[in-house]
């Protein structure tokens, strides 16, 4: 592997995954999915394309599958919606854009990206998502179209024990999320999710704030997070991760074990992220029994994992 060609890492949630609970249908089902969705990135780079254009290629791969918390596929709100949250950010200027509970946007990624690319704030919610979405001609869907019957039967669960659920604690799938570098050291991340499965409307966790489940700089690392999303802002663990990097010349290596492992245990913050960083592979580190991972450096092969011992 070249120290500093391009390199891809994904995530599809963080969570208690036991064996046991996945067949081995879903589980090479999954596979396929998280190796679809590297391709997707991974071919961009191969081809000399920028890091910022093979994150968003990669997150609406995982959009796409049901399989994941994200676009079509997402977990339910209390009420029975959808409130789905997006971010992106470009490491080469420090640009990011965000989207906040929308439910009427079949990929909440492009329209962050068009966000950070056609307007003149950061980040958009709910109807003023929506009158942008339209200024900029972004079809709309109806919010049914994010609805599947197995995140319907996780949200009757959830009410049934009282509990706000990581969806992938009950042995299924999560946030996405992906982070690049690109052959001229362009580094990004980008993250996408419905949130967590019988969340209140209008809770917001921390995918689409800059910072805490995204964050990118090409001075340091790109990182993007999975897991309870009010322990990553309370931790700001994206930008942490930087900030350890560029403030106290950690390694990447050591920057995200030391949020990961050892300060977000510290407040119950189960989790992970995936992170690249200027030279190097990615590192996709979690402090819960599974993730739902892949990775790719150029001329390598790409990596898929699901089990914390894999
Ligand atoms: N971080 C997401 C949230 O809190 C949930 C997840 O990663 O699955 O909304």
């Not at 080469?92 to 439910?103: F, I, Q």
């Not at 704030?121 to 079809?139: C, D, I, R, T, W």
């Not at 994206?238 to 995200?256: F, G, H, P, Q, T």
């Not at 402090?287 to 450096?297: E, F, I, K, L, Q």
């Amino acid at each position: 592997m070249s120290e500093t060609g391009w390199a891809i890492a994904l995530h599809g949630g963080a969570g208690t995954i036991p064996r046991a609970q996945v067949s081995a249908e879903k589980e090479a089902e999954c596979h396929d999915g998280l190796r679809r969705a590297l391709r997707a990135g991974a071919d961009i780079l191969e081809q000399g394309g920028s890091s910022f254009d093979a994150v968003e290629a990669t997150v609406i791969e995982l959009e796409n599958d049901p399989n994941f918390n994200a676009g079509h596929g997402s977990v339910l709100t209390s009420d029975g919606g959808f409130e789905l949250d997006a971010s992106i950010m470009r490491g080469s200027d420090l640009e990011a854009g965000a989207v906040v509970g929308v439910s009427r946007i079949e990929h909440p990624i492009s329209l962050a990206r068009l966000v950070l690319e056609k307007s003149d704030h950061l980040m958009f919610v709910g109807e003023g998502a929506y009158e942008f979405a339209k200024s900029q001609n972004v079809p709309f869907v109806d919010p049914s179209f994010f609805d599947t019957p197995y995140r319907r039967a996780q949200l009757e669960a959830a009410k049934k024990a009282s509990v706000v659920s990581l969806d992938h604690n009950d042995g299924k799938f999560g946030t996405v999320g992906a982070v690049a570098r690109d052959r001229s050291g362009g580094l990004a991340a980008a993250t996408s999710t419905g949130g967590m499965t019988n969340k209140k409307p209008g809770r917001i966790g921390d995918t689409p704030l800059i910072g805490a489940g995204t964050y990118a700089s090409d001075q340091s690392c790109a990182v993007s997070a999975t897991g309870h999303g009010e322990m990553f802002i309370r931790m700001t663990v994206a930008r942490d991760i930087a900030a350890l990097m560029e403030y106290a010349n950690y390694s990447l290596e050591d920057a995200v074990h030391r949020k990961v492992m050892e300060e977000l245990p510290k407040i119950d913050g189960d989790g992970g992220v995936v992170a690249i960083g200027k030279t190097g592979a990615p590192i996709l580190v979690m402090n819960t029994d599974g993730m739902y991972r892949a990775s790719m450096v150029e001329n390598g092969k790409p990596y898929t994992a699901i089990f914390g011992d894999e």
